[in-house]
Each structure stands twice: as structure tokens, then as C-alpha cells.
């Protein structure tokens, strides 16, 4: 019987999870190449869990290089069944202040390699529905979880994934800005595209680090605010996960893990053995 496992993408404020106990670096090769880095598998508030830093240790990544196929491929293989992103996003509107906490429920793509974002080609041919693209029963036991200890959170809002490295020009900050959108990063569409894929639940904990560079009368983004920021920020998520995780069930029987149930066209007769070897771990249930 397999021992289903909790998820966790997140940065340097993360390493050192209070509590994470039985620590172990396991190295997971992929058929899609090297994940951000070794994982890290141990126990926290009771459950089995699995840390990937994102950027690697020592933030040696760029948003760009971030292989989302191998990170969640690599998930996959640990029997990782929810997955907890925590990633720093800018503020595109006034009522989001720093070190706010937006639990996004929806994405808006401004990347340039949505093609790096799936598991399928190479002779098998998926869609998954994607109309909601966050795991709603996982992020509202996030919001659960930090209104219960008192954080400024918001419930809901959409992430504007662009591709940096560097941050918005003023006028696509003004222009994100006034068609309403909530946040801006660089990093969790391709996770949460491919973890859909993967039959993984997938919610993310958005922490407010600046403005952007739409609001005049506020400072424009720099690392240097963004990492101040990120290291207040790491003790609110550091809290809120230890509260979320007791709380996600044990088994996942959440509409988002079984995505791929209705989403494959191709011909199960037709499924090339190379591409079904490299899919083992997200197409075991349909072999």
C-alpha cells in the first residue's frame, strides 16, 4: 500500500523547517533531466514530506531554467500526492500589502516556454481540463490555516506569470495593474500546469514582497527589498504549514487526481514504449 506524501516547492527561508525531522537528501534522476536540486524527505507535524528548493541551494537558478517537469516528475516518484508551493510575487494592486499572503486561485501566462510545461508529445497526446487550476480544497485549508493564526491573507486572486529574470518595465506593471490582475512572479504556472499532469494537488501560498513598479508613489521592486521581505515572510509560512499539513487527508481522492481519467486521445494501443517508460510514475494507474 502506497504511504502518500505532502509536497513543498519553496526558497531559502524554507530550508530550515522547524520540526522537520528524519531528514534525508535523496537525488531523483528524471527522463527530463535533473530536478532544481536533491530533495529532501523526513516527517513534519507527523505526515511524510518532501522539500525541493526551487532555485537550488544557493539560488543558482533563474525563473527560466527551472525544470517544472522534473521537479514534478521527481514528486511523482516519491509518492508526493499534494504539493505546497511558497514563492515570493509582486503586488499589483494597493489592497495587497508586503508580506500579505494571496492564496491565487487562477494564472495568467506571459511566458515564452508553455511548451516545457507539459508531460505529453513524443507520440501520446493529453489536455487536461485547467479552468481551475488550483487545487480549491487545498488552498482553502491554507486560508484556514492563516486566518487561524491571525495572518493577512487573501482568498483567491490571479498570478501573472511572465518569464523575467529581470522585473516588469513600468508601463507592463501599469498595464497588469489596470486590467485587474492580483500578483506577478515567475515561476508557478509551468509547476502547476505539470502537477495537474501528474494527478498532484497544487495550491500556492503568493507572499507579497513590493509593488511591482505600477504604484509611483511607493519604491520600484529590488532583490534587496524582495529578500527583506522574503525572510519576514518565511516564519508566517513557516507557521502556516506546520497548521495545514495534520489537516490534508491521507488519501488523494480529490477531483484533481484522477485529471488524466478523461484527458488522454491517443490510442492506448498506440502509446510508443519509450514515451510509457519515461511516464511510469504519472501513467501507472492507466497501464
Known amino acids: 500500500m502506497v504511504s502518500y506524501r505532502i509536497g513543498i516547492i519553496g526558497g531559502s527561508g524554507l530550508y530550515n523547517l522547524e520540526g522537520f525531522t528524519n531528514q534525508k537528501w535523496v537525488k531523483v534522476k528524471t527522463p527530463f533531466g535533473p530536478p532544481s536540486d536533491e530533495l529532501i524527505t523526513g516527517q513534519l507535524a507527523g505526515r511524510d514530506v518532501v522539500f525541493l528548493p526551487r532555485h537550488g541551494r544557493g539560488h543558482r ?6 525544470n517544472h517537469r522534473a521537479n ?12 505546497l508551493s511558497v514563492s515570493a510575487v509582486g503586488s499589483l494592486q494597493a489592497k495587497y500589502r508586503p508580506c500579505d499572503i494571496v492564496l491565487i486561485d487562477q494564472f495568467l501566462d ?12 513524443r507520440g501520446i497526446v493529453g489536455h487536461v481540463a485547467f479552468a481551475d487550476p488550483i487545487a480549491n480544497e487545498l488552498r482553502h485549508l ?8 491571525k495572518a493577512r491573507v487573501h482568498d483567491g486572486g490571479t498570478y ?7 522585473f516588469s518595465t513600468r508601463a507592463e506593471s501599469l498595464t497588469n495593474h489596470k486590467l485587474g490582475y492580483d500578483v506577478i512572479g515567475m515561476t508557478n504556472l509551468g509547476e502547476a500546469k505539470c502537477a495537474r499532469e501528474a494527478e498532484i494537488a497544487y495550491a500556492t501560498l503568493a507572499m507579497i514582497t513590493d509593488y511591482d513598479c505600477w504604484k509611483v508613489d511607493e519604491a520600484h521592486v529590488t532583490v534587496e527589498m524582495v529578500i527583506a521581505n522574503l525572510m519576514k515572510n518565511a516564519a508566517t509560512a513557516q507557521a502556516i504549514l506546520q497548521r495545514v499539513i495534520p489537516q490534508i ?21 498506440l502509446w510508443p514504449a519509450k514515451t510509457i517508460a519515461e511516464l511510469k510514475p504519472i501513467l501507472a494507474k492507466y497501464l
Do not use: Y
Open 72 to 83: 514534478v516528475w521527481a514528486m511523482k516518484k516519491l509518492d508526493v500526492a499534494w504539493l
Open 249 to 269: 487527508p491521507t488519501e488523494p481522492n480529490w477531483p484533481c487526481h484522477a485529471a488524466l481519467q478523461n484527458a488522454i486521445m491517443t490510442d492506448r494501443q
Open 110 to 121: 506571459r511566458t515564452k516556454r508553455d511548451f516545457e510545461h507539459t508531460f505529453f508529445g
Open 61 to 66: 537558478l533563474l525563473p527560466s531554467e527551472l
Open 160 to 166: 501573472v506569470n511572465m518569464e523575467g529574470p529581470a
Open 142 to 149: 491554507l486560508f484556514k490555516s492563516a486566518r487561524a493564526l
